[in-house]
Each structure stands twice: as structure tokens, then as C-alpha cells.
Antibody
Framework: QVHLVQSGAEVKKPGASVKVSCKAS????????MHWVRQAPGQGLEWMGC????????KYAQKFQGSVTMTRDTSISTAYMELSSLRSDDTAVYYC???????????WGQGTLVTVSS | SYELTQPPSVSVSPGQTASITCSGN??????ANWYQQRPGQSPVLVIY???KRPSGIPERFSGSNSGNTATLTISGTQAMDEADYYC?????????FGTGTKVTVL
């Protein structure tokens, strides 16, 4: 059974960086693209980007170019999303989500709340 | 950039039909997916490739997509269907989510 388990909540100061992890089980990490989606409080879903399953290459939403880095460690089946130069409007729940073969997000992590506050 | 627009809210009585629209330029030329998100939970896929239901999703959920509008229909709506719903499509290998619709079962 597929599971995506994310790291715990974080509180960061403006200007800092945060790194969220997403541990995959029940399948092989490199067989599927992994995406990151965020949701600000009371707001909708916002796609941030993904790490491609075969090459490990990345594609980021234009808004996050230069501030987000997505990586993975295949030895421990874990994907990471690092967001730098945090601002208060980066306060959100961050989700990892697996993209399946028909281009849907079939499994999601439980979400990680990142709070940016001075 | 590509945008998908949904009505902010839809109200429906138990047992009745709720329809949620998702509008985007030539959306009918793309596949539309729909996600349900209950409060405090992660999204769940309820319709994919316009009309298909994943295993475990009740038959009362159906979808269509033509022209500039995709529609999610919930027939015989139940209290448990009260949630936020998001459409999603791909544009130039970028995932785009709709603005979201809150479905209230009165």
C-alpha cells in the first residue's frame, strides 16, 4: 500500500529557509514523478513544481523559480522541498503528491504546516 | 498563464444534485481532474480524465468536459460530500488548479 509521510510542522523567521521531507513507501520512488503543492490558510491549492522520476530533473512553477529546490534521496525513498527567503505569505500547508501514469495526483502526503513569523 | 475559474460556493439539499463548473480557455481540449478536500484533510481524486472514477469513488460522482467548461456532478448528494472541490488540468507540463468550490449540504 502506497504511503507518503511528511515531516512535522515548522516555524521559521522571515528570510530563513525550510526543508520539508516526504518519505514514500509501498512503491519505488524513482518510478513516479513527485510534486509539491501548497495551500495557504483558507486558500486554494497552488502547484509549486516536481521532480521527474527517471532523470531526477526538476520543473518549477514560474512563481517559485529561484526560491524552491526539489531533491530526492533514492536510498531512503525520500523527496525534499526546500524553500528559501521565506516571507509571511509563505505560511501554508505544503503537500507532496505522487503523479500517476494518467497524470493525476493519486496519493498525497498528510501535509506539513510551515509558519513564517517574526 | 493558464487559469481555471470555479464558483466560490454551491449549496445543495441532501439527495439533490450539485453541479460544479470549471472554466478555462479551450479546457475541453485538455483532460480535467477533480479533487475533493474535506476540512483538515489532504485532497482526494474523485474524477480523472474528464469522466473516469477512481476505484472506491461512489457512482454518484460524474464528470464532463466540453468547450471551455468542465463540470463535476454529484447526484443524490450526501452530507459526507460537504467539502471543497478543485478542478485541475495540465498546461505546458504545468499543473493548474481551479480556484476551488465549497459545497455545502443544507
Amino acid at each position: 500500500q502506497v504511503h507518503l509521510v511528511q515531516s512535522g510542522a515548522e516555524v521559521k523567521k522571515p528570510g530563513a529557509s525550510v526543508k520539508v521531507s516526504c518519505k514514500a513507501s509501498g512503491y519505488t520512488l524513482i518510478d513516479y514523478d513527485m510534486h509539491w503543492v501548497r495551500q495557504a490558510p483558507g486558500q486554494g491549492l497552488e502547484w509549486m513544481g516536481c521532480i521527474k522520476h527517471n532523470s531526477g530533473g526538476t520543473k518549477y512553477a514560474q512563481k517559485f523559480q529561484g526560491s524552491v529546490t526539489m531533491t530526492r534521496d533514492t536510498s531512503i525513498s525520500t523527496a525534499y522541498m526546500e524553500l528559501s527567503s521565506l516571507r509571511s505569505d509563505d505560511t501554508a500547508v505544503y503537500y507532496c503528491a505522487r503523479e500517476d501514469t494518467v497524470r493525476t495526483f493519486d496519493y498525497w502526503g498528510q501535509g506539513t504546516l510551515v509558519t513564517v513569523s517574526s | 498563464s493558464y487559469e481555471l475559474t470555479q464558483p466560490p460556493s454551491v449549496s445543495v439539499s441532501p439527495g439533490q444534485t450539485a453541479s460544479i463548473t470549471c472554466s478555462g480557455n479551450k479546457l475541453g481540449d485538455k483532460y480535467a481532474n477533480w479533487y475533493q478536500q474535506r476540512p483538515g484533510q489532504s485532497p482526494v481524486l474523485v474524477i480523472y480524465q474528464d469522466i473516469k472514477r477512481p476505484s472506491g469513488i461512489p457512482e454518484r460522482f460524474s464528470g464532463s468536459n466540453s468547450g471551455n467548461t468542465a463540470t463535476l456532478t454529484i447526484s443524490g448528494t450526501q452530507a459526507m460530500d460537504e467539502a471543497d472541490y478543485y478542478c485541475q488540468a495540465w498546461d505546458s507540463n504545468t499543473a493548474v488548479f481551479g480556484t476551488g468550490t465549497k459545497v455545502t449540504v443544507l
